[in-house]
Structures are given as structure tokens and as C-alpha cells.
């Protein structure tokens, strides 16, 4: 996987697997965004920029938080992918000043911190013209999103602590645990991971049944996260990542929310089947030595059955 140490590139460092399980590093910088910063988000363009990868789901929710938010024309993307060579490149092209000098997501880690040790992840929120990363929290990049957007409400007030609780467990049990499933070296650790992530999937379906989305007829913050992971789930999940009990279309109410979210203006063209595909499959070697991509699932994303309008 390979990381940073002390500022310098190590392909061959990997501290997330741990005698044969896999465990999800934490970040060594501060997440949470200040105050100040905030105000700026809207008044400064061309100042602040989105660094996020197609393939990834915590990349998909902020980059859904900022189209929701139509804050795109204050916040670019500036987009990462393609083989994972020193982890995420940067993609040809993209609104970023100083493109030259950068190649590489970890790059903008140590602009921030020049002795660095830990994973260069996405998403990361940049300012430029500080030259430093202000959060690599998807969490905290989504909810600074909503906190200054003149257009949606993720995180209403008289919801947001229920919204943060089920957030966490829609992580805990499926976001991370379709990850521990699909990373890990030993049977009872897959065995432990599958069981939580169908039964927190059965959870969700439960609660889905009479309601649009996780909290009524509004879109939250719990939402854009459990559809960042569900719109990969039969593409990647049920697939390379051995979740195959059950696919998303043999759930009713989870695949007509999924849809039901697809389908809101905006949405549809942020997902990329082709990246997320070749995110997965090409750069985990371990689990795909010959880097063949498998096929997309034929499923009709387009069907309005069941959707309210």
C-alpha cells in the first residue's frame, strides 16, 4: 500500500493490516475546521480546492456535500486516480494552481507537515494559498460544506445529533466493515465482517420501509454516506470484496433509496463505475495479482420503481 515515514515515500510500509486484520489508521492531523476558515469558503475563489479520487467512497460523500451544497464554482475538484504509484496521483488537468508541483496526493501532506508519517489519504480540502491541507476528514469536509451552503440543510439541528450517532453506525457496521471483509488474511476475521455488514444492511432496510430517506422526506449527512457505500456495493463489494451473501438489488427499500438518491440532479454524475471498478481491482494486488477488471454489473440504475416522486 506504502505511505509516508518522516516525510519520505515507503512503498512498502503498511500499518493497516495487523496479524492479518485489517485496521483503519487514523489521521495525524488535526480534521476539524476552524471557524475562520469557513467564512472564507464562500468569498475566496480560487483559493480553496477539493483533492478527491472517483473510486473512493469517503471521497464520493464530500464531493456529493459540495454538488448538494452548489459550491462548486467556490470549491473545485481537483481530481486523483489511475495506477497507485506513491498512492493517489494526481489526474491530468484539473483547476489546481501550481499543477507542475504537484504529482502526487502525498505531496500536499508534507507541504503541510514537510516529516509526515502516516497514509496520504482522500479527500483532502487544500488551501492554496497557505499551502497546507486543512482536513483530510471526509466527516468534517462534508459537515464545513453544509455549514456554509446558502442551499441545503445535511445536518439539521433539531436531527444532528441522531444524524451523527447513525452516521458512526452506518461506518462501523458497513462502511469499514466491507473493507475488514475484504482485507483480511483470516477466515474468522471475513466470517465476523460479513455477519456485521448483512446485519447491519438488514437494519437499514427496516428502517427504509415507509420512509424516502434514513430520516423522512429529507436528504441528511447518514444518507450521502450509507449511498456512497451502497452504489459500490454490487460493483465491488459483493464482488472483490467476497460480500456475497446478498446483493444491494435483493434489498427493496435499500435499492429503491439508492436510486432514489442517484437520481437527484447532480448526483448521477459523480459516480463513475469505470474509476470506481479500476480503483479497486487494479491497485489491490494482493487480492487481484493479475490486475483483471471485472465486468459492471448489469443493473438498471435508471428504473423508477418504488421512487416517490
Not at 452548489?70 to 484539473?94: F, S
Not at 445536518?155 to 482485507?183: C, M, W
Not at 429503491?256 to 474509476?275: A, K, S, Y
Request: negative net charge; aromatic residues 10%; contains cysteine.
Amino acid at each position: 500500500m506504502g505511505m509516508l515515514i518522516d516525510g519520505k515515500w515507503d512503498d512498502h510500509a503498511d500499518r493497516s493490516m495487523v496479524s492479518g486484520t485489517y485496521r483503519r489508521e487514523q489521521s495525524a492531523l488535526p480534521t476539524s475546521i476552524q471557524p475562520e476558515v469557513l467564512r472564507h469558503l464562500l468569498e475566496e475563489r480560487g483559493r480553496f480546492f477539493l483533492i478527491a479520487s472517483a473510486s473512493c467512497p469517503w471521497s464520493h460523500g464530500a464531493v456529493i456535500a459540495l454538488v448538494l451544497s452548489k459550491m462548486t464554482d467556490a470549491v473545485q475538484i481537483q481530481w486523483a486516480g489511475g495506477p497507485r504509484r506513491e498512492g493517489y496521483g494526481l489526474l491530468p488537468g484539473g483547476p489546481l494552481p501550481d499543477r507542475a508541483q504537484f504529482t502526487h496526493v502525498h505531496q500536499f501532506y508534507t507541504s503541510t507537515v514537510s516529516d509526515y508519517t502516516g497514509r496520504s489519504t482522500v479527500p483532502i480540502l487544500w488551501d492554496a494559498k497557505q499551502r497546507k491541507i486543512l482536513s483530510n476528514s471526509s466527516s468534517d469536509i462534508m459537515r464545513a460544506f453544509d455549514a456554509v451552503s446558502p442551499s441545503i440543510a445535511l445536518r439539521p439541528e433539531e436531527f444532528g445529533d441522531e444524524i451523527d450517532v447513525l452516521t458512526q453506525h452506518i461506518f462501523d457496521g458497513l462502511s469499514n466493515a466491507v473493507y475488514r471483509a475484504g482485507k483480511s488474511q483470516r477466515q474468522g476475521d471475513y466470517d465476523a465482517a460479513v455477519d456485521l455488514v448483512f446485519h447491519t444492511l438488514d437494519e437499514l432496510e427496516t428502517r427504509l420501509d415507509g420512509r424516502t430517506f434514513l430520516f423522512g422526506n429529507n436528504l441528511t449527512l447518514a444518507d450521502v454516506r450509507l449511498f456512497a457505500t451502497l452504489v459500490r456495493f454490487d460493483t465491488v463489494y459483493a464482488t472483490h470484496f467476497r460480500c456475497t451473501r446478498r446483493r444491494l438489488v435483493d434489498y427493496p427499500h435499500l435499492w429503491r433509496f439508492t436510486r432514489q438518491v442517484v437520481q437527484l440532479p447532480g448526483i448521477r454524475e459523480t459516480v463513475d463505475f469505470e474509476e470506481i471498478r479500476f480503483g479497486y481491482y487494479v491497485n489491490d494486488g494482493t487480492h487481484n495479482p493479475c490486475g483483471i477488471i471485472a465486468q459492471q454489473p448489469d443493473i438498471d440504475w435508471e428504473s423508477r420503481e418504488g421512487i416517490s416522486e
